[in-house]
């Protein structure tokens, strides 16, 4: 007479071990300030207007030169809902060191005395310093900010020191394999302003979805679907309340051999792409769109980028 | 039973403000079209995304 085998316990086990989370073995999550970052990618290309033109000199292994010329019309802010441009030509000049992984130099200088500078610096295996400035010729509009951020085994933690008396924290955690935490608080000592925030993030290897909210009444929803290896379509919402503005966008990207595409439309009646197309080694061609039905506001620009 | 209809006629006055009151319609317009593009687009990616996929 012969019994039903019962089933093996290991593979019971081994099943049920698949499923439990592992609390104490969690990954470490993205960092505060970038839990947007995949919707950023796709709905927030470098669009511009007129003709750009990038030359990247590689001096040595670590240290660059970087020259720029953006020749086109620029918008002046007016009273008026008519929207007014006066062409204009910058010219940046920029270096760049980079010791990896360790520290970063980063600097740009425009010929209206503009200047830019970055600085990241890795103190220890875990607490990173960073600091970008502006500098202008305007009075008290130079602004600085410098940052401290603590990685840990399964959270980060970040501390913000800016001028103006402002200050910042955030701290994120992961609290399941797919999904993490966050909050943050600022103060902005010139205004005698305080503020608090809520940050969530769930990503799996498809997609990824994230939630902001901050006491300043900002909103902020994202979506990411990588529909294929080359396809990603993001959306994106986001609501001021105090402000009243609200927009929402949907994108795509498009990351081929050759060249990649990005567009996007959203509920303002914007609708844009942008066209990277890689000519040669080290040789790219760009073509940017931006048409603003509603403001009849019409932007095209091509450009090209030697050197990277 | 008073307050449930206490409760019918707030919300009808509720959403008769929202509606009727031009500067709040302004603003309930732009944030119903900016949801529904927003779930409109999620809801498009998640059934029909494989179909943009090359």
Redesign the interface.
Known sequence: MATPIPPPPAAAAAAAADTKVDYLNLPCPIPFEELHREAMMSLKPDLFEGMRFDFTKMLNQKFSLNHSVLMGPTEVPSQSTETIKIPTAHYEFGSTFIDHPRLLLWGRILTDGRLNARVKCDLSENLTFKANAQLTNEPHMSHAMINFDYKGKDYRTQFQLGNGALLGASYIQSVTQHLSLGGEVFWAGQHRKSGIGYAARYNTDKSVATGQVASTGMVLLSYVQKVSEKVSLASEFMCNYLSRDVTASFGYDYILRQCRLRGKIDSNGCVAAFLEERLNMGLNFILSAELDHRKKDYKFGFGLTVGE | MADSVISIQYLKDFVNSQIYDDEKWA?NA??L??????AG??L???NY??L???
């Open positions: 603003f732009k944030l079209r900016a949801a529904g593009l927003f687009s999620i498009l990616m998640r995304g494989d943009m996929a090359i």
